[in-house]
């Protein structure tokens, strides 16, 4: 299957090395030349070219290709490029229908694909804007400062990442058998282990774990990650059920972390340094929630936080466009006392940074969206495609419990899954027609049409995708 990717930059490029391993027939497409060098190393396919020019895609295979991936930084270069594709694209028997996926940012194209006119004159399949999927990781990510990370799975279920802590010491030097015979209610599910200086592994029941281990476990709902950080090794920091929540920059994105935040529960503080956008905040419908004030006011002036008690929050976020900015703000308020700051960047060298500076949890956009475009080139396996930030070479997929595969009407325990692949999550539809997330407990009946998430090496994707009749 042949993928072309429009654009060799930190996306592009970073989607190119994670389908390295899948046996996709890849090609980058890109007409900056120190670009096409960057992506010179790559085992793919490099044009030097314009992706919103015929003659370039032609020459990249576009007419035999099965997805096109339009992710450079402009939003009308990636429309027009699908648009130019989907018609270069020639549909004949034995070559799939082209898949086009749009990354944008402007959130008024974004609302043209949900009203289904992107489709219609762009020809654009899936859009991806990484937003959204980077608030939920930020917010969910910043209820305790031992996270590393946080991967959002769609209806309250998520990959939580964290270190195996010193206090852990009942777990380590003894099989996963033996240690899961201490817990009357199961031990949190581990779906992938880093070792240093050994390549990451998906355990099993002869698996071995030690203090340090970075481990990635998968829960369902924000009230389980406490308890799973104090099963393996860590003293938690109280986070309260309706957090007080400051957040610099009455900014689009600024405006999505306060419904994110608003919509479980907190109330909700947001400081525009301009009187414009602090107006125009206070005056939508975000604005008129109850459990949001819109102040104007200086975020670096210490008399304004001081004044609006800043050390009674619980929680510092920003939205300004500059991540230097970002960086300011919310070290200023964590030494003012705010326990728990948050970042997203665009600069994901920073991420790893911040957290030496005392900040809980960044989040890098970047990253976002390669696992955002990952989940729609993974289309025909219905559901999402997830790389473990902490844990590299172990991937999430989610496959498709089929007549075919033969697995519905089989208890987790009787589908006999091999070792290497470590199931997640179980999604179904409930009687009300919408998805749920339920444990893979050894008792849990498969069902039809379930959505089963499971982890396993990037190099066994493909053989899970054979035991499922993908």
């Known amino acids: 299957m042949r993928v072309i990717i429009g654009g060799a930059g930190r996306v ?30 790559l085992d793919c396919l490099v044009v030097n070219g314009n992706i919103t020019n015929r003659e370039t895609l032609l020459e990249a295979g576009i007419q035999n290709a099965s997805v096109f991936i339009a992710a450079t930084p402009s939003d009308e270069t990636n429309l027009i490029a699908c648009s130019i594709a989907e018609h270069a694209h020639e549909s004949k028997e034995g070559v799939d229908r082209l898949t086009s996926i749009c990354r944008l940012r402007t959130s008024s194209y974004v609302n043209e694909f949900k009203a289904g006119h992107l489709h219609e004159w762009a020809k654009v399949d899936h859009v991806v804007n990484p937003l959204h999927g980077a608030i939920l990781r930020l917010n969910a990510g910043l209820r305790s400062t031992e996270l590393e990370e946080v991967i959002p799975f769609g209806e309250e279920a998520y990959v939580i990442e964290f270190d195996i802590g010193q206090s852990a010491v009942n777990l380590v030097g003894r099989p996963l058998r033996e240690v899961r015979e201490d817990f009357v209610h199961g031990l949190p599910n581990i779906v992938g282990v880093k070792r240093d200086g050994e390549r990451s592994f998906v355990p099993n029941d002869d698996s071995v774990l030690q203090i ?15 308890p799973a950080l104090i099963t393996f090794g860590h003293e938690i920091s109280y986070f309260p059920e309706h957090p007080h929540v400051i957040i610099v920059g009455a900014s689009p994105i600024g405006t999505k972390m ?109 990253r976002v969206a390669v696992n955002n475009i990952l989940s729609h080139v993974h289309r025909s396996l219905s559901g999402h495609y997830a790389l473990l930030a902490e844990v590299p070479n172990v991937v999430g997929i989610t496959l498709k419990i089929t007549e075919r595969a033969k697995f519905a009407g089989k208890k987790v325990a009787d589908a006999q899954f091999p070792d290497w692949m470590r199931p997640a999550f179980i999604k179904r539809r409930n009687l009300a027609g919408e998805w749920e997330s339920i444990e893979p ?30």
């Open 441 to 470: 407990k050894p008792d849990q009946l498969l069902l039809e049409n379930d959505r089963m998430v499971l982890f396993c090496l990037k190099e066994k994707v493909s053989e899970a995708q054979k035991r499922f009749k993908v």
């Open 212 to 226: 340090g281990d970075r481990i990635a476990v998968s829960v369902i709902g924000l009230d389980k990650f406490n």
């Open 258 to 366: 306060a419904e994110d935040w608003l919509k479980h529960g907190a109330s909700v503080t947001v400081l525009e340094r301009e009187l414009h956008l602090a107006n125009k905040l206070a005056g939508s419908k975000t604005g008129g929630h109850l459990n949001i004030d819109v102040i104007h006011g200086d975020h670096l002036d210490r008399s304004v936080l001081e004044e609006i008690s800043i050390d009674q929050f619980d929680v510092a976020v920003s939205a300004l466009g500059d991540d230097h900015a970002n960086i300011a703000a919310v070290l200023l308020m964590s030494d003012l006392g705010v326990p728990h700051t948050g970042l997203m960047l665009h600069d994901a060298d920073l991420v790893k940074v911040t957290q030496r500076m005392g900040i809980s949890f960044a989040v890098d956009r970047h």
């Open 12 to 41: 592009g490029i970073a989607l190119a090395k994670a389908m390295a391993n899948e046996k996709y027939d890849l090609v980058v497409v890109d007409n900056d030349s120190r670009a096409v060098a960057n992506a010179q190393s």
